[in-house]
């Protein structure tokens, strides 16, 4: 009895398999190596008869064509077993221009895992402004898929130029036939065939167009159809090509997504990580140490459809940079850092319960900005900060290029959001650190304390004529510029600290004095900022009770204003000794 158990038990166990697949076959095709490798076709197709703990390492450079997907998941793993796409030193898969299926789908499958790990690249390599293709692209597409983690495209991988955007760029002159219109570039043209065009012309508005298609280019000129004849002088013209993607989920799945983005490399691109969630309840998502940059928008994420409910998102330790070469003429891409939003609310859509915190946001804001860092819409809670508590988060705006950075944080018809020691730099006297606009929801529904806001030149902007801020939440924080910020009261005109203090009855125990901030934007010995926090233990957020560099917060007693709790050593106090 017990020896027929024995072998009924041995008989149900499943060890789990490795396979080696390339583009195409290498070696004697089996799949046991690297040099040996199975086609792509094997995994997508599912020859390899994939179970529940298997790994699938891709092996070698892998040139797509272009227009087409590249991997597809073909079945899913278990709670505790999944099945998992793994990266080997010197993979890249690539195309010169992947289609929206993705170089990596899901394909509907759950309980799975895409590894990086610190060496695999995905990437197109020529889609772009200037380059050869001007497709809407994905890169990794996770639609309708839960427990799913993508991790480790760092290191000497990444996952990269989904679209090389050029911006806005300048022309020298115009002329036309009759049935075509040629510019002349300032320089090396910026811009491709195939390309979408809009050109603002200085002198002739018969040679503005608007979503045009580039017919031919060269490198000093490029051409659209159109009727006008004669020339003219100058003007801009930028790239509206729409739809490029790194990481996309379409129609996330409802219920417990358990989706983990965490530690990538991710570069040029219209949207980093873009996320739409579908009718029903969606919960557990966590964005997580990824490096963003050159994007329009780098997190994305908000309702598709009536009665979607998105809760218990964590976003944290990302550090996202640059939006200026995502400018265009239309204006339609409005540069934000974190986009969350809920444009179905009256339908039974929103967003709670998201913390935000411990990212670092920096570089060229660009002109087309929404918000330097967050940008909240129809974000709504019942209470407390349940709708969006940001915190620990370090914003630091460049206008390098001679554009200044517009709000850093900026609540839109939201409610029960709290922002808590965050630390922004502006560039000399631009832009604002928290503008408030929105009263859908009620008043006094948005929290602000033991926030540094250094050199901005404004401080609060409601754009409401009630409040939005809560009095007694909005406090402790420290507002510095030369010549002192402004604040504007219930949409009213600029005016002084001490005029918006009385105005909205806040800001009691807050300062004006420099910061005296290191060029990592910590506090050095001295700083007014030490000790002149609240003390916020009591809201029980056991992230918020470590500060962004993971020191600990005073459980008792004052903490200091900003991401950054002071960790050096004090000056001594002026002490009176007593001789005996």
């Given at each position: 009895?017990?020896t027929?158990l024995?072998?009924?038990?041995?008989?149900r166990?499943?060890?789990?398999?490795?396979?080696?697949i390339?583009?195409t076959?290498t070696g004697?095709?089996?799949?046991?190596?690297?040099a040996?490798a199975k086609p792509y076709?094997?995994?997508?197709?599912?020859?390899?008869?994939?179970?529940?703990?298997?790994?699938?390492?891709?092996c070698?450079t892998?040139a797509?064509?272009a227009a087409?997907?590249?991997?597809?998941?073909?079945?899913?793993?278990v709670?505790?077993?999944v099945?998992s796409?793994?990266f080997?030193?010197?993979?890249i898969l690539?195309?010169?221009a992947?289609?929206?299926a993705?170089a990596v789908?899901t394909?509907?499958?759950?309980?799975l895992l895409i590894?990086g790990?610190?060496?695999g690249?995905i990437?197109n390599?020529?889609n772009?402004s200037?380059?050869?293709?001007?497709?809407a692209?994905?890169?990794i597409?996770?639609d309708?898929s839960?427990?799913?983690?993508?991790r480790?495209f760092?290191?000497?991988?990444?996952?990269h130029?989904?679209y090389?955007n050029t911006g806005?760029n300048s022309?020298t002159?115009?002329?036309?036939?009759?049935?075509t219109?040629?510019y002349?570039?300032?320089?090396?043209?910026?811009?491709?065939?195939?390309?979408?065009?809009?050109?603002?012309?200085?002198s002739i508005s018969g040679?503005?167009?608007?979503?045009?298609?580039?017919?031919?280019?060269?490198?000093s000129?490029f051409?659209v159809a159109?009727a006008?004849?004669?020339?003219?002088?100058g003007?801009?013209?930028?790239?509206?090509?729409s739809?490029?993607v790194?990481?996309?989920c379409?129609?996330?799945y409802?219920?417990?997504?358990?989706?983990?983005?965490?530690?990538?490399v991710?570069d040029?691109?219209q949207?980093g990580?873009?996320m739409s969630?579908?009718a029903?309840s969606?919960?557990?998502?966590s964005?997580?140490?990824?490096?963003?940059s050159?994007m329009?928008?780098?997190?994305?994420i908000?309702?598709?459809?009536?009665n979607?409910i998105?809760?218990?998102?964590?976003i944290?330790?990302n550090?996202?940079?640059?939006?200026?070469?995502?400018?265009?003429?239309?204006?339609n891409?409005?540069?934000?850092?974190?986009h969350l939003f809920?444009n179905h609310i009256?339908?039974g859509s929103?967003?709670?319960g998201?913390?935000i915190y411990?990212?670092?946001?920096h570089?060229?804001?660009?002109?087309n900005?929404?918000?330097f860092?967050i940008?909240t819409e129809n974000?709504?809670g019942t209470?407390g900060?349940?709708g969006?508590?940001a915190?620990?988060n370090?914003l630091?705006g460049?206008?390098?290029?001679g554009h200044?950075?517009?709000?850093?944080?900026?609540?839109k018809n939201?409610?029960?959001?709290?922002?808590?020691n965050?630390?922004?730099?502006?560039?000399?006297?631009t832009?604002t650190c928290l503008?408030?606009?929105g009263?859908?929801?009620?008043?006094g529904?948005?929290?602000w304390k033991n926030n540094?806001c250094?050199?901005?030149?404004?401080?609060?902007?409601?754009t409401?004529v009630?409040d939005?801020?809560?009095?007694?939440?909005?406090?402790?924080?420290?507002y510095?510029?030369s010549?002192?910020q402004?604040?504007r009261y219930?949409?009213g005109g600029?005016a002084a600290?001490d005029?918006w203090?009385?105005?909205?009855?806040c800001d009691g125990s807050?300062?004006t004095s420099?910061?005296?901030?290191?060029?990592?934007y910590?506090?050095q010995a001295?700083?007014?900022a030490?000790n002149?926090?609240?003390?916020?233990?009591g809201?029980?957020?056991t992230?918020?009770n470590?500060?962004r560099?993971?020191n600990?917060?005073?459980?008792?007693g004052?903490?200091a204003?900003?991401?950054?709790?002071f960790?050096?050593?004090?000056?001594?106090?002026?002490l009176t000794a007593?001789?005996?």
């Amino acid at each position: 009895m017990k020896t027929t158990l024995l072998l009924l038990l041995a008989s149900r166990v499943v060890l789990a398999a490795n396979y080696y697949i390339a583009q195409t076959s290498t070696g004697g095709g089996t799949g046991v190596d690297c040099a040996n490798a199975k086609p792509y076709t094997a995994f997508n197709n599912n020859t390899l008869n994939l179970q529940p703990g298997d790994r699938v390492h891709y092996c070698g450079t892998g040139a797509f064509p272009a227009a087409n997907g590249g991997l597809s998941f073909p079945a899913s793993g278990v709670a505790g077993s999944v099945i998992s796409l793994v990266f080997e030193p010197g993979a890249i898969l690539q195309s010169d221009a992947f289609s929206t299926a993705g170089a990596v789908s899901t394909n509907g499958k759950n309980y799975l895992l895409i590894d990086g790990q610190g060496q695999g690249v995905i990437q197109n390599t020529a889609n772009g402004s200037n380059l050869a293709n001007h497709k809407a692209t994905e890169l990794i597409n996770f639609d309708g898929s839960h427990n799913v983690e993508i991790r480790n495209f760092n290191g000497s991988g990444g996952i990269h130029n989904s679209y090389v955007n050029t911006g806005v760029n300048s022309l020298t002159s115009a002329s036309g036939n009759g049935t075509t219109m040629t510019y002349t570039c300032s320089g090396t043209c910026q811009i491709s065939a195939g390309a979408t065009v809009t050109v603002h012309s200085n002198s002739i508005s018969g040679y503005n167009v608007t979503d045009a298609t580039v017919i031919g280019a060269n490198s000093s000129t490029f051409s659209v159809a159109g009727a006008t004849t004669g020339t003219g002088l100058g003007g801009a013209y930028s790239d509206e090509t729409s739809g490029m993607v790194a990481i996309r989920c379409v129609s996330c799945y409802v219920g417990a997504m358990n989706v983990l983005i965490h530690d990538n490399v991710i570069d040029n691109a219209q949207f980093g990580i873009l996320m739409s969630y579908e009718a029903g309840s969606s919960s557990a998502l966590s964005i997580y140490n990824n490096k963003m940059s050159n994007m329009e928008i780098h997190i994305r994420i908000g309702d598709g459809d009536v009665n979607c409910i998105l809760t218990g998102t964590a976003i944290y330790g990302n550090e996202i940079s640059d939006w200026i070469n995502w400018d265009d003429l239309d204006n339609n891409n409005h540069h934000v850092g974190i986009h969350l939003f809920a444009n179905h609310i009256a339908s039974g859509s929103g967003i709670t319960g998201s913390l935000i915190y411990n990212n670092y946001l920096h570089g060229d804001l660009g002109v087309n900005q929404t918000a330097f860092g967050i940008f909240t819409e129809n974000v709504v809670g019942t209470s407390g900060c349940n709708g969006m508590l940001a915190f620990n988060n370090v914003l630091v705006g460049s206008n390098a290029t001679g554009h200044a950075p517009g709000n850093y944080f900026q609540p839109k018809n939201s409610a029960y959001v709290c922002f808590y020691n965050n630390t922004i730099v502006a560039p000399a006297n631009t832009g604002t650190c928290l503008e408030t606009n929105g009263e859908l929801f009620g008043t006094g529904l948005i929290d602000w304390k033991n926030n540094i806001c250094d050199t901005a030149s404004t401080g609060v902007y409601e754009t409401s004529v009630t409040d939005d801020i809560r009095a007694a939440g909005t406090d402790n924080n420290l507002y510095y510029n030369s010549p002192a910020q402004v604040f504007r009261y219930h949409s009213g005109g600029a005016a002084a600290f001490d005029t918006w203090k009385a105005n909205c009855g806040c800001d009691g125990s807050s300062l004006t004095s420099n910061p005296n901030l290191d060029g990592t934007y910590r506090l050095q010995a001295g700083s007014p900022a030490i000790n002149a926090g609240a003390n916020l233990t009591g809201l029980g957020i056991t992230a918020l009770n470590t500060d962004r560099a993971g020191n600990q917060r005073p459980v008792a007693g004052a903490w200091a204003i900003g991401a950054y709790q002071f960790s050096g050593t004090l000056p001594p106090s002026s002490l009176t000794a007593t001789v005996h």
